[in-house]
């Protein structure tokens, strides 16, 4: 099956809404998160062919902490990743924090970038939120600079809202 999503023709637009309805087929009625996020990250990334794409969740610090959380790595595709990004680190720990979608057009001229990998150059992170709560966010990279725009935010919004 996801063969088929690397082989979508037309416009960034196009790719998204083909994208959207067959994000919705394979996640309805599947309630487990993690297969799920699973799934979206690698239609996304064989659609589009970003660097890295996937998903942080919010976890417990430890059983220990209470209260305290952070972003833990989920399911992804790409090269290794960070393991766990504290709330307000970097542009993924930014996005929890503002629980809204962080687009970087250059990752360098990000105060507190946290570089996992040098050769990523830009990056849109969106928060998943369940019950008005940030549970997660999607972070995608590219090797390219300013790759991600307003028509990547609002499908992966709408994509993540399926969630």
């Not at 990056?123 to 369940?130: C, S």
């Amino acid at each position: 099956m996801a063969e088929s999503f690397s082989k979508i023709e037309g416009t960034k637009e196009d790719k998204y809404q083909h994208l959207l309805s067959q994000v919705k087929a394979v996640v309805e009625g599947e309630c487990d998160m993690i297969a799920n996020m699973a799934n979206v990250a690698s239609m996304l990334h064989e659609t589009f062919g970003f660097w890295w794409t996937g998903f942080y969740r919010v976890l417990p610090v430890s059983s220990a902490e209470k209260g305290e959380q952070t972003l833990v790595l989920g399911p992804f595709q790409g090269p290794l990743a960070c393991t766990r990004i504290k709330k307000g680190k970097g542009v993924c720990g930014s996005a929890w924090l503002r629980e809204e979608t962080v687009i970087v057009p250059d990752v360098d001229m990000f105060p507190g970038h946290i570089a996992c990998s040098s050769l990523s150059r830009s990056e849109i992170v969106v928060p998943v939120k369940k019950d008005g709560q940030v549970i997660a966010v999607l972070d995608i990279d590219s090797k390219e600079l300013a790759t991600f725009d307003e028509t990547d935010k609002e499908y992966l919004e709408a994509i993540s809202r399926l969630l």
